[in-house]
């Protein structure tokens, strides 16, 4: 049972490059979130996935798209990178919308991406 | 918006000190609290999650309290040890269950605790 697994752990793209991070999850949960972590900024949410075949705006989406591909994945893609976009991104997962609000949500351990 | 604010950014204790890590929030109409904590270059991992409805949650050595009224949670830990050094966080859901992709956490920005032997 491995959990909530990322890919890749680390990244270096150019400005305007495009690239996809990778998420999946082996704990039959429902939904699914995507958070950016900056010094200072705490973690703030981009996207998440209620439910298979939906996806939300979160507090920071400029920038970014996702694709909820399945029940146990859920991509993240920036189109073209920005300097600001650089960050450590975090998957997260947790039970069905009801069963959220009373159960936590497990992340995976982050991808490190630097827009140069 | 709500605001979750964590005192101190950083606090070092020596081994074996009790300490209390602090969370205060401006909205009281939350539905969950919960504290992570954060180990360098890793994810996240819940700690303790208490209801709204619930005043304390205990495991082991740590105690988180809530008192919504004052819009505060303390994370209690006894004894502590260098293994406990780490960033924690504390993260609350605002609001009921309102249907869809209602479950959003707003977390404050960590305390990084170090306990040195």
């Known amino acids: 049972n491995a959990g909530v697994t990322q890919t890749p752990k680390f990244q270096v793209l150019k400005t305007g490059q495009s690239m996809t991070l990778q998420c999946a999850q082996d704990m039959n949960h429902n939904s699914m979130y995507w958070y950016r972590q900056d010094p200072g900024m705490g973690l703030r949410l981009i996207y998440y996935?209620?439910?298979?075949?939906?996806?939300d705006k979160g507090e920071v989406p400029n920038g970014y798209n996702v694709s909820r591909l399945n029940k146990r994945e859920f991509s993240l893609r920036l189109e073209s990178a920005a300097p600001s976009q650089t960050s450590v991104y975090f998957c997260a997962s947790s039970d069905s919308e009801y069963l959220a609000l009373r159960h936590t949500q497990y992340f995976g351990p982050g991808t490190r991406l630097t827009v140069l | 918006k709500q605001e979750v604010t964590q005192i101190p950014a950083a606090l070092s204790v020596p081994e074996g000190e009790n300490l209390v890590l602090n969370c205060s929030f401006t909205d009281s109409a939350i539905y969950n609290l919960q504290w992570f904590r954060q180990d360098p270059g890793k994810g996240l991992t819940s700690l303790l999650l208490i209801q709204s409805s619930q005043r304390e949650q205990t495991s082991g050595r740590l105690n988180a309290s809530l008192d919504k009224s004052s819009g505060r949670s303390t994370l209690y830990i006894a004894a502590s040890q260098p293994g406990d050094s780490a960033t924690y966080l504390c993260a609350l859901k605002v609001g009921a269950y309102s249907g869809a992709g209602s479950y959003q956490l707003t977390f404050g920005k960590g305390t990084k605790l170090s306990v040195i032997p």
């Open positions: 996935s209620a439910s298979e075949g939906t996806t």
